[in-house]
């Protein structure tokens, strides 16, 4: 086991300006899930490659463990890789392909049976051992990629998307059954999606990635409760946080006629502009008598919660979401008033889109 950094580490490829990975610094504890996350092309793959030594490391370093592997050969840095496509080999079967990197490396026949056989305990591969890839299920097949990473017994474990493969419920049931494995074996992980649901199950920490730059690094629970800017705020949760650009006046902050109090201190935060961000997840939205007013566009009913969506009346369309209590029967076409819950107001700068903090 061995902990992880980054420090300053940047990747420019050639032929190209920016940095697909920028000054990136990261510490994963010993043992620790890490979720990379963040959208298409934000980094997260060149970063798990410059880890596992396939892509250069142009400035700064990476440490695993107390040693300085920035240069070092992917084969002497102990990690092992699961990727999207995790291409086994058809012709072998699943014990075949869980042992070849052992094979490879010239462990003995029997060590090796005996690490295939550990590993598919754990997988809940036994019964399958003898068959080849092509006929397992899609679910099967990755466990077998899981596999032959961990027979090899490595420091760390690199996973990239190893889940885009299947479908949704598999996908569900999957991530649920690489966290308990990973938890059990206690083997540092850093694991990279797109997928910010994931993110949020799967991870200690997750660290959330926008064009090659290190947004916020935190705990699903604080990233979701304190997002540090208007990105991360817009990107972790789902339904997405509500975020609406409001006027600021003496009380509070306006959205059409309707001003939400804010503390004058907080409000003082915002400097010379003239509008901030207020965000507002959608269960932090409750029907109300005031409020700001929202003309009903369609009420999704989903009989545990019911999610409306609407517009806010006088405003330049701003659409908003809110969780309201199942069975409400608020009618498409209604004005309602939709009140915050006053302390789960995020408050973000227009002009710097940083969270204001009092
Ligand atoms: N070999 C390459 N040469 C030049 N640019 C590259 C190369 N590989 C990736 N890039 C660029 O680097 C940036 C980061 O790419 P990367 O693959 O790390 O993103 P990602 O976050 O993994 O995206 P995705 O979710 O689509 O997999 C992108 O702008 C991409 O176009
Ligand atoms: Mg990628």
Redo the contacts with the bound molecule.
């Keep these: 086991m061995a902990t992880v950094s980054f420090k300053g580490a940047t990747r420019v490829?050639p032929g190209?300006e920016t940095p697909?990975v920028d000054k990136l610094d990261l510490d994963i504890s010993d043992g620790e899930f890490m979720v990379l996350v963040?959208p298409?092309?934000?980094?997260?793959?060149?970063a798990l490659r410059m880890l596992a030594g396939l892509e250069e490391v142009n400035e700064g370093s990476i440490y695993i463990g107390d040693r300085d592997v920035t240069n070092s050969p992917p084969k002497e840095r102990d990690i092992a890789m699961v990727f999207q496509n995790y291409a086994l080999y058809p012709h072998m079967s699943v014990a075949d392909n869980m042992g070849f990197a052992l094979k490879m490396q010239g462990v003995s026949k029997d060590d090796r049976a005996k690490r295939v056989m550990e590993a598919a305990k754990l997988l809940g591969l036994e019964e399958y051992l003898e068959r080849k890839p092509k006929a397992l299920s899609g679910g099967q097949r990755q466990r077998v990629a899981m596999g032959r990473a961990i027979v090899r017994d490595p420091q760390v474990f690199l996973m990239d998307e190893p889940l885009s493969n299947l479908d949704a419920k598999l996908r569900v049931q999957t991530r649920t059954q690489i966290a308990e494995l990973q938890h059990r074996l206690g083997v540092t992980t850093v694991y990279?999606t797109?997928d910010q649901i994931e993110a949020m199950t799967m991870g200690d920490r997750v660290a959330v990635l926008k064009d090659g730059l290190l947004q916020q690094v935190d705990t699903p629970l604080n990233l979701y409760d304190a997002p540090k800017n208007l990105f991360v705020a817009g990107f972790m949760g789902s339904p997405a946080m509500n975020l609406i650009e409001a006027e600021i006046t003496d009380s509070g902050a306006k959205i059409g006629d309707y001003v939400v109090p804010i503390e004058r201190s907080l409000l003082a935060k915002a400097g010379d502009d003239k509008t901030l961000m207020l965000g507002v997840r959608p269960e932090a939205f409750h029907l109300a008598d005031e409020g700001v007013p929202v003309r009903v566009a369609v009420v999704e009913e989903l009989g545990s919660d019911a999610y409306l969506y609407g517009s806010a009346e006088n405003t330049t369309g701003q659409q908003i979401i809110a969780r309201i209590g199942t069975r409400m029967h608020a009618e498409k076409g209604a004005l309602v008033h939709l009140a915050p819950q006053p302390d789960k107001l995020h408050l973000f700068s227009t002009s710097t889109e940083q969270r204001l903090t009092a």
Aim: proline share 0%; charged share 10%.
């Design positions: 490829y190209t697909a963040g298409s092309g934000s980094g997260k793959s060149t990279v797109h």
